[in-house]
């Protein structure tokens, strides 16, 4: 069993940034892919940025320049970090946590991020 724990969200005005983490635990081994996915008012979960097994991450277009994903590796923990934040960057923020040794995938709680203007 592994649990996920996702943290770090807040309020902030247009142009800050955040930093959210993902911490997992329980049996975890050293490969596991992460994602980062968003449910933003009236639209559907979209994913943000992902990292693979070897660290390659990808970004999705909405937030490339702006968002960067990072892994602590002995801490079980991803981070995103958020700058430039917009407005419509808004909503609940999940991590998404992959074992690739056990096959065991795990959806965090999410963490509210609101971008005032």
């Given at each position: 069993q592994v649990q996920v724990v996702?943290?770090?969200?807040?309020?902030?005005q247009l142009g800050g940034s955040l930093r959210l983490s993902c911490v997992a635990s329980g049996a975890v081994s050293g490969h596991v892919a992460a994602d980062w996915y968003r449910q933003s008012p009236g639209?559907?979960?979209?994913q943000v940025a992902?990292?693979?097994?070897?660290?390659?991450?990808?970004?999705a277009d909405s937030v490339q320049g702006r968002f960067t994903m990072s892994r602590d590796a002995p801490k079980?923990?991803?981070?995103?970090?958020?700058?430039?934040?917009?407005?419509?960057?808004?909503?609940?923020y999940y991590c998404y946590w992959s074992d690739i040794d056990t096959g065991a995938s795990q959806w965090g709680q999410g963490t509210q991020v609101t971008?005032?203007?």
């Open positions: 996702a943290s770090g969200g807040g309020l902030v639209k559907n979960r979209e992902m990292m693979a097994s070897g660290g390659y991450v990808s970004l079980n923990t991803v981070y995103l970090t958020m700058n430039s934040l917009k407005p419509e960057d808004t909503g609940l971008v005032s203007s």
